[in-house]
Structures are given as structure tokens and as C-alpha cells.
């Protein structure tokens, strides 16, 4: 997950991606927001998929999820067009240019070009920076002075959530692999794709039109996707649509005439991909087919999933997560982490550690327990969520795993299928080669593969003697 804390030390006067409050910094002029996943929305109440923070209801002893909104917030969000440079004035005579970029990670999802008083960043936020990607983005007319060395990039705040040497699939190879794999099935065979997050849809378009057969998605799934059609009031039967793939989604007007999109509400189909939460009783069946994505493919035939990326592999299944705590309730957490006997020394420990590094960083704490697992009460057992905070840290690395279920003589009951929506580290190395940066800084932070890794990100500065820091 992302750990940027929302600082550009070029341009101290904005925040991006992280809007709590820094208590020796003054408030911002300007914030921005890149996309709607969870770990970039830390202190900022907008327009997104509900947010399931939990409180601590010690009298009880549980942990309590509560819904937040952030539909009284929406006069205030002010939505920029792609590639289109854009002046912002931070105060009286204070001006900076600030150019969205679409960032190939979910829909809405954008890079910024900060520009002003003679500096120049790039914030990439969450990026599936593929070959076809950085081809695009160096043609872009408002990046081509830096593509081609006519202006240098200050920094590039660059997603890192990937930098182990592992190669990654395309998203359109895995989507082909996918494809290859369910064609196997009879033709009444039901699907269920795993996916509760956004970034998806692409998977979901090319599914629909391989089988023939729309998607079942839960009503609020539908709404949303819905919201990303626009209709004009003179012209009812003409509309915009927000994101490239909206059309296809949720359908569209030709002429006088609608033509559906691939989601629906019907539960009589082939494909689903409702909330587990509100599964349909169509898709619960055993004989089911479950779709998984992974981050990637291995050469020995294993697959590497996804484990702690924040907007991936927690996203895929809707999980509960820990407010931010106060020093009041960190004191009575540790004392509950003293008395569970059934947690090793080691393990408390690291729990503790967590929790106050949660309550330095503002950042909520992510449980591994989902609501669909939660008895249909937005609640759990206070010592069940210590203990999911322990499990957590386990899973320092993504898991590699060679099965799918099945047997030499059936087919596979999970499909998974390899469609990583962050870059893999050659990946990173080519978009950071295409701008040749005076800096990076990791906005995904692992001490351990940043001091490996991180200098041979450097060679691809424009200064490739100097070695890359960080300093959290």
C-alpha cells in the first residue's frame, strides 16, 4: 500500500494522495486526489466506494465498521480533464500548472505534472506503466520537453509497490490467457470473478464478449459504474461518458436506440461478479468456476499473488480496517496485546509496533478479515482483530502458489489468470528512463528492496552517479 505521506518538497504548499494534518506544516493551498483506492484516501473525505474504517467499542470489546460517505464534500471536488494543462492559483499572484495524465491502473486514475516557480514533478500514484504505456506518454504534447530533453523532471514520485526482478505479464496477455483458459469450460459452465476493487473493467468487457453472456453485478456496483455516463438535458438520448470503457459497461445511446453494456442485474447469466457480501444464490453454487487475478505468471508454472498492495489483492474481497487510533486507545490496545496469552512474545511485539506507527502516519490500519466474513454485522472480536494485525505482518511478500484445484482428469474449480495493475521493476526502470529525473521518491516504501534496488533506479537519472535516498 501506498506509504506517501502527501508532501512535495517542491511545492510544499499542496498535498497529493494523504491530507491529514502535519501539526508543524500549515494547511494546504491545493490538494489532489490521483484515484478512489482506500490507501490514498487517508484524511480526505470525497467521492468514492463506501470506506469501512472501525472504531474500537472497548464496553463491548469489539471492533465496529461504520459506512463513510462523502456526498456533502462533492461542491468542493473540482475534476480536471486528461492532458489538458491547467493554471491554479495557490494565492494572490501564486500560480502553478498542473497536467493529468491517464495512469493504465483503474478508471479515473491519473498522474500529475506539477509545474512552477522553476521546478517540475511528476506523481505517477498507483501506474501500470507497460511498453504501450510509456510509448504513449512520450508523445504526449505536454510531456514532450521532458521526453526529449529539453526540461528536466525535479523528482519523480514514482508507484513502488513492485521492485523485486520479476517479469510481469501484460494486461493484455493475462486477459488472453484468461480467455484461452475458460473457452476449456461447457458452455454452461458459471463463473464467478473475484474483484471487488476497481481496475477490472477491461477483464470484465473482454469476458462478456469472449462467452457471449453479460456480467451480474450487485446493485451498487451498478450504480456506480452507471454514474460514469452523463446525459446532456437538451439532448436526453445523447450523453459523455467519463472513462474509455463506461460505454461498454453500462451501455449507450446510438441514435434513438440504447445498446446495453455488459453489466447487468440479471442473475440468470453466465458471468458474476457481485460483492461476496451480497452474492446471489447463482453464484454461491459449489459447481461455480472462480476467476482470480494474480500479479503474474512464474516460469515454473506457479503464479505470484496479491498480498499487502494497496488497491489490490486485500481489495479484492472488501475488508474491514482499524481507524486511526488516539494515544488513549494505542495504551488500552497494548494492554490487550500483554494479556493474549495465545500470541508469541515475537508476535506482540511487531503488533505493538504496527499500532503505533498507524498512529504516527494517520494512516487507517488494514485488518484481514472481510465483511462477508463478519456474520452480517459490520463488527468483529476486538482480540480477533489483534490477531489479524499479527497475520498481517506475516505476509511481508506476495505468496507463490502452484495450484488451481482440479485434478489430471478435470478442469481447474479457480481460474487464475496473471493481470497486475502496478508496474513491475523493468517496467518502472523504462518510465523512468524515458524522463531521465534529477530524483525519484518511493511513494511505496520497503527499506530492505529500496536499498537494493533503488540505485539501480538512479542509473536512470539524469545524474546516474547519484545515489538515491530516503528519508521517511
Same mark, same amino acid.
Given at each position: 500500500?501506498?506509504?506517501?505521506?502527501?508532501?512535495?518538497?517542491?511545492?510544499?504548499?499542496?498535498?497529493?494522495?494523504?491530507?491529514?494534518?502535519?501539526?508543524?506544516?500549515?494547511?494546504?493551498?491545493?490538494?489532489?486526489?490521483?484515484?478512489?483506492?482506500?490507501?490514498?484516501?487517508?484524511?480526505?473525505?470525497?467521492?468514492?466506494?463506501?470506506?469501512?474504517?472501525?472504531?474500537?467499542?472497548?464496553?463491548?470489546?469489539?471492533?465496529?465498521?461504520?459506512?463513510?460517505?462523502?456526498?456533502?464534500?462533492?461542491?468542493?471536488?473540482?475534476?480536471?480533464?486528461?492532458?489538458?494543462?491547467?493554471?491554479?492559483?495557490?494565492?494572490?499572484?501564486?500560480?502553478?500548472?498542473?497536467?493529468?495524465? %491517464?495512469?493504465?491502473?483503474?478508471?479515473? $486514475?491519473?498522474?500529475?505534472? @506539477?509545474?512552477? +516557480?522553476? #521546478? !517540475?514533478?511528476?506523481?505517477?500514484?498507483?501506474?501500470?506503466?507497460?511498453?504501450?504505456?510509456?510509448?504513449?506518454?512520450?508523445?504526449?504534447?505536454?510531456?514532450?520537453?521532458?521526453?526529449?530533453?529539453?526540461?528536466?523532471? %525535479?523528482?519523480?514520485?514514482?508507484?513502488? $509497490?513492485?521492485?523485486?526482478? @520479476?517479469?510481469? +505479464?501484460? #494486461? !493484455?496477455?493475462?486477459?488472453?490467457?484468461?480467455?484461452?483458459?475458460?473457452?476449456?469450460?461447457?458452455?454452461?459452465?458459471?463463473?464467478?470473478?473475484?474483484?471487488?476493487?476497481?481496475?477490472?473493467?477491461?477483464?470484465?468487457?473482454?469476458?462478456?464478449?469472449?462467452?457471449? $453472456?453479460?456480467?451480474?453485478?450487485?446493485?451498487?456496483?451498478?450504480?456506480?459504474?452507471?454514474?460514469?455516463?452523463?446525459?446532456?438535458?437538451?439532448?436526453?438520448?445523447?450523453?459523455?461518458?467519463?472513462?474509455?470503457?463506461?460505454?461498454?459497461?453500462?451501455?449507450?445511446?446510438?441514435?434513438?436506440?440504447?445498446?446495453?453494456?455488459?453489466?447487468? $442485474?440479471?442473475?440468470?447469466?453466465?458471468?458474476?461478479?457481485?460483492?461476496?457480501?451480497?452474492?446471489?444464490?447463482?453464484?454461491?453454487?459449489?459447481?461455480?468456476?472462480?476467476?482470480?487475478?494474480?500479479?503474474?505468471?512464474?516460469?515454473?508454472?506457479?503464479?505470484?499473488?496479491?498480498?499487502?498492495?494497496?488497491?489490490?489483492?486485500?481489495?479484492?474481497?472488501?475488508?474491514?480496517?482499524?481507524?486511526?487510533?488516539?494515544?488513549?486507545?494505542?495504551?488500552?490496545?497494548?494492554?490487550?496485546?500483554?494479556?493474549?496469552?495465545?500470541?508469541?512474545?515475537?508476535?506482540?511485539?511487531?503488533?505493538a509496533r504496527v499500532l503505533t506507527e498507524a498512529l504516527a502516519s494517520g494512516r487507517n490500519l488494514p485488518l484481514n478479515i472481510n465483511l462477508s466474513s463478519s456474520d452480517g454485522?459490520?463488527?468483529?472480536?476486538?482480540?480477533?482483530?489483534?490477531?489479524?494485525?499479527?497475520?498481517?505482518?506475516?505476509k511481508a511478500a506476495p505468496p507463490r502458489d502452484c495450484s488451481e484445484g482440479g485434478n489430471e482428469t478435470s478442469l481447474p474449480n479457480t481460474i487464475r489468470f496473471p493481470y497486475?495493475?502496478?508496474?513491475?521493476?523493468?517496467?518502472?526502470?523504462?518510465?523512468?528512463?524515458?524522463?531521465?529525473?534529477?530524483?525519484?521518491?518511493?511513494?511505496?516504501?520497503?527499506?530492505?528492496?529500496?536499498?537494493?534496488?533503488?540505485?539501480?533506479?538512479?542509473?536512470?537519472?539524469?545524474?546516474?552517479?547519484?545515489?538515491?535516498?530516503?528519508?521517511?
Amino acid at each position: 500500500m501506498s506509504t506517501f505521506n502527501g508532501l512535495v518538497s517542491e511545492f510544499p504548499d499542496i498535498r497529493i494522495d494523504f491530507f491529514r494534518h502535519h501539526e508543524s506544516l500549515t494547511p494546504p493551498l491545493a490538494c489532489f486526489l490521483s484515484h478512489v483506492h482506500s490507501d490514498h484516501l487517508s484524511g480526505l473525505e470525497t467521492l468514492k466506494s463506501p470506506l469501512y474504517p472501525c472504531r474500537i467499542n472497548y464496553a463491548r470489546g469489539i471492533v465496529e465498521a461504520r459506512q463513510q460517505t462523502y456526498k456533502h464534500l462533492s461542491k468542493v471536488i473540482k475534476p480536471l480533464p486528461l492532458e489538458s494543462p491547467t493554471a491554479i492559483e495557490l494565492q494572490p499572484g501564486d500560480f502553478i500548472q498542473v497536467t493529468l495524465f %491517464d495512469a493504465n491502473h483503474c478508471p479515473g $486514475s491519473v498522474m500529475f505534472l @506539477i509545474e512552477g +516557480q522553476g #521546478k !517540475a514533478i511528476l506523481y505517477t500514484g498507483d501506474i501500470r506503466s507497460e511498453p504501450w504505456f510509456v510509448n504513449a506518454i512520450t508523445r504526449s504534447p505536454a510531456l514532450i520537453e521532458y521526453t526529449y530533453g529539453m526540461k528536466t523532471l %525535479d523528482t519523480i514520485y514514482l508507484d513502488t $509497490s513492485f521492485i523485486d526482478d @520479476i517479469p510481469f +505479464q501484460t #494486461k !493484455a496477455e493475462g486477459i488472453a490467457e484468461l480467455l484461452r483458459k475458460v473457452q476449456r469450460y461447457s458452455k454452461d459452465t458459471i463463473f464467478y470473478i473475484q474483484a471487488w476493487t476497481y481496475g477490472y473493467e477491461d477483464v470484465w468487457v473482454a469476458l462478456s464478449k469472449a462467452l457471449n $453472456s453479460p456480467i451480474h453485478v450487485d446493485d451498487y456496483k451498478l450504480r456506480i459504474y452507471n454514474s460514469l455516463n452523463t446525459r446532456a438535458e437538451p439532448r436526453p438520448n445523447s450523453g459523455a461518458h467519463l472513462t474509455p470503457t463506461a460505454a461498454a459497461l453500462t451501455g449507450f445511446m446510438c441514435g434513438n436506440t440504447p445498446q446495453p453494456g455488459c453489466l447487468t $442485474s440479471d442473475q440468470n447469466v453466465r458471468l458474476h461478479s457481485c460483492e461476496s457480501g451480497n452474492m446471489c444464490a447463482i453464484a454461491k453454487h459449489p459447481s461455480v468456476v472462480r476467476i482470480q487475478p494474480v500479479i503474474a505468471s512464474l516460469p515454473d508454472g506457479g503464479v505470484m499473488q496479491e498480498v499487502g498492495i494497496g488497491g489490490g489483492g486485500e481489495d479484492l474481497e472488501r475488508e474491514m480496517e482499524l481507524g486511526i487510533p488516539s494515544w488513549s486507545d494505542l495504551q488500552s490496545l497494548l494492554e490487550i496485546i500483554k494479556a493474549l496469552n495465545n500470541m508469541p512474545e515475537e508476535a506482540r511485539g511487531e503488533c505493538a509496533r504496527v499500532l503505533t506507527e498507524a498512529l504516527a502516519s494517520g494512516r487507517n490500519l488494514p485488518l484481514n478479515i472481510n465483511l462477508s466474513s463478519s456474520d452480517g454485522a459490520p463488527s468483529t472480536d476486538l482480540r480477533r482483530a489483534i490477531l489479524s494485525i499479527a497475520s498481517n505482518q506475516s505476509k511481508a511478500a506476495p505468496p507463490r502458489d502452484c495450484s488451481e484445484g482440479g485434478n489430471e482428469t478435470s478442469l481447474p474449480n479457480t481460474i487464475r489468470f496473471p493481470y497486475s495493475r502496478h508496474s513491475s521493476y523493468a517496467e518502472l526502470c523504462h518510465l523512468v528512463d524515458a524522463f531521465r529525473p534529477r530524483d525519484v521518491w518511493p511513494c511505496t516504501f520497503h527499506l530492505e528492496a529500496w536499498q537494493s534496488r533503488g540505485e539501480l533506479l538512479a542509473r536512470a537519472c539524469v545524474n546516474a552517479s547519484r545515489q538515491l535516498t530516503y528519508c521517511p
